[in-house]
């Protein structure tokens, strides 16, 4: 699974990168992790806000801070 964080760095971009660790680690997933902080990659995955989740190529969030329960669920069904 290829994992994307996007955004610039700040606070709630690093938390949602440390909790999707967390929940790809219990949930036995394999995946690579990647942040993207450039403005430029950034706006190419047309999101009006950052954070950003970005899972296999689609956005399955941006603009704010899911739950650790959500990013699970999400996951989930980016698995099939």
Do not use: H, N, W
Request: charged share 25%; glycine share 10%; aromatic share 4%.
């Amino acid at each position: 699974m290829d994992i994307k964080i996007l955004g610039m760095g700040c606070p709630k971009c690093k938390r949602l990168e440390q909790i999707t660790r967390e929940v790809t680690t219990e949930m036995g997933i394999d995946a690579t992790f990647t942040k993207v902080t450039d403005i430029d990659d950034i706006m190419a995955y047309e999101i009006a806000a950052t954070p950003g989740l970005v899972v296999d190529g689609q956005v399955l969030s941006y603009g704010r801070l899911p739950s650790k329960a959500e990013i699970e669920s999400l996951l989930s069904g980016a698995l099939g």
